[in-house]
Nanobody, 121 residues
Framework: QVQLVESGGGLVQPGGSLRLSCAASGSIFRIGAMRWYRQAPGKQRELVAAISSGGTTDHADSVKGRFTISRDNAKKMVYLQMNSLKPEDTAVYYC???????????????WGQGTQVTVSS
């Protein structure tokens, strides 16, 4: 069974830091792009950051200079380092990845279950 599992969320004060992790598991032959999304209460899900299989990254304007996406292909993991957190960063953060299953020619998009990040004093 192919799945993505996030970890690392929690409660942090404004100005603090958190590191989110997402692990891919199952019969995975290759991994394409990996992404972090977030969804705040009453708002649409938004793309926070993305990283290609080759390591090219892109970050939303709202988090540039504060958040950094990275990946470890050998461990099948993607990370989101979040610094200088603000109350408006409060949301459920979701991992998303294009995974190629063993025996398949195609990538399929998978989602994790989400991890809550709350920034509050």
């Amino acid at each position: 069974q192919v799945q993505l599992v996030e970890s690392g969320g929690g409660l942090v004060q404004p100005g603090g830091s958190l590191r989110l992790s997402c692990a891919a598991s199952g019969s995975i032959f290759r991994i394409g792009a990996m992404r972090w999304y977030r969804q705040a209460p009453g708002k649409q899900r938004e793309l926070v950051a993305a990283i290609s299989s080759g390591g090219t990254t892109d970050h939303a304007d709202s988090v540039k200079g504060r958040f950094t996406i990275s990946r470890d292909n050998a461990k099948k993991m993607v990370y989101l380092q979040m610094n200088s957190l603000k109350p408006e960063d409060t949301a459920v953060y979701y991992c998303n990845a294009d995974l190629g299953r063993s025996g398949s020619l195609y990538y399929t998009a998978y989602w994790g279950q989400g991890t809550q990040v709350t920034v509050s004093s």
